[in-house]
């Protein structure tokens, strides 16, 4: 039974200079084969990462900022509204009031679109239990 086949790593600068000057005999200390460096040549553009601009990098972050921006205004939003229906703590007192039980329902699922709804309970200071029934 022949042995276990090791495949050799080359480093990324030895890859990326064969692969520009279309050389395969360039680092013959390196001991390449010759197929393996046609073939870092054949397909030298699909290797390299492509260039990310500055300005979409920003606009990137400037997306995801916005996103994290509504997140955040839809949960103190929800905070705002639910103490305007039920001023106190839940822990301490229940919601018998049907409407108030509606109501908070109503803007927990308007807050639970951007974020998660285990979330929004837990701002809140709701039990998922609680919240179920």
């Not at 086949?5 to 001991?31: C, D, G, H, M, T």
């Not at 018998?96 to 807050?111: D, H, Y």
């Amino acid at each position: 039974m022949p042995a276990a086949r090791s495949y050799q790593k080359y480093p990324e600068a030895v890859k990326l200079q064969i692969a520009k000057s279309q050389n395969p005999y360039l680092f013959p200390e390196y001991n390449i084969p010759r197929t393996t460096a046609l073939y870092w040549i054949r397909n030298q553009n699909k290797n390299l990462p492509k260039p990310i601009s500055e300005k979409s990098l920003t606009e990137r972050k400037i997306k995801s900022l916005e996103l994290d921006l509504e997140k955040e205004r839809s949960l103190t939003l929800l905070v705002a509204k639910i103490r305007n229906i039920f001023p106190h703590n839940f822990k301490d007192r229940r919601v018998t009031s049907k409407t108030q039980r509606r109501k908070i329902i109503e803007a927990i699922k308007t807050a639970s679109s951007r974020n998660k709804i285990s979330e929004c309970l837990k701002l809140i200071g709701l039990s998922k239990s609680s919240y179920s029934n």
